[in-house]
T-cell receptor
Framework: GQNIDQPTEMTATEGAIVQINCTYQ??????LFWYQQHAGEAPTFLSY????GLEEKGRFSSFLSRSKGYSYLLLKELQMKDSASYLC?????????????FGTGTRLTVIP | DTGVSQDPRHKITKRGQNVTFRCDPI?????LYWYRQTLGQGPEFLTY????????KSRLLSDRFSAERPKGSFSTLEIQRTEQGDSAMYLC????????????FGQGTRLTVV
């Protein structure tokens, strides 16, 4: 089966740094994705990790440890527009290789 | 606009009626996915097409649900004899390959069954 855990809600201050954690237990692993979703809108792609380590893209970075089944999304220099849900998703292998299994999402609120 | 488009954006229907949603993927993408999302949850996988072939179906996709992609371009998702539990956002996504390529999502169709 697939199990993806992430905190339900987080609050952080504008200009600060926030780390959103994701742990996963899946029957296979073929990559981990982070998506951002504003209320009422479609998820938009943020990052992809398939090998261990840190991927940096502007204010956003994502880290993966396959041995620990763990990833985090790091958001720097927070802006009010970063208030959104952040979805961790894992691509499986075999019959699960063609779809993404999503966590419930972490709703981030950025306060002034 | 070259993104994934879905139609309609909103649908209200009475319980027991049939509904059909359409998804137009990004034109060069041969992979197409349908997901369902309820409030406060992440998207749940429903089904996957590679070109016109439906290669995977979730157990969530009961026999009241059917999806097609007849010419390997647009796709339709039909729900027969709708139930209140079918109320959700139905998301379509497309990608160019199954490996590291990210999936691009449409804006979704919000279904309300009354």
């Amino acid at each position: 089966g697939q199990n993806i855990d992430q905190p339900t809600e987080m609050t952080a201050t504008e200009g600060a740094i926030v780390q959103i954690n994701c742990t996963y237990q899946t029957s296979g692993f073929n990559g981990l994705f982070w998506y951002q979703q504003h209320a009422g809108e479609a998820p938009t792609f943020l990052s992809y990790n398939v090998l261990d380590g840190l991927e940096e893209k502007g204010r956003f970075s994502s880290f993966l440890s396959r041995s620990k089944g763990y990833s985090y999304l790091l958001l720097k220099e927070l802006q009010m527009k970063d208030s959104a849900s952040y979805l961790c998703a894992v691509r499986g292998q075999g019959t699960g290789a063609n779809n993404l299994f999503f966590g419930t999402g972490t709703r981030l609120t950025v306060i002034p | 606009d070259t993104g994934v488009s879905q139609d309609p954006r909103h649908k209200i229907t009475k319980r027991g009626q049939n509904v059909t949603f359409r998804c137009d993927p990004i034109s060069e993408h041969n992979r197409l996915y349908w997901y369902r999302q309820t409030l406060g949850q992440g998207p749940e996988f429903l089904t996957y097409f590679q070109n016109e072939a439906q290669l995977e179906k979730s157990r969530l996709l009961s026999d009241r649900f059917s999806a097609e992609r007849p010419k390997g371009s647009f796709s339709t998702l039909e729900i027969q004899r709708t139930e209140q539990g079918d109320s959700a956002m139905y998301l379509c996504a497309s990608s160019s390959k199954a490996g590291g390529s990210e999936a691009f999502f449409g804006q979704g169709t919000r279904l309300t069954v009354v």
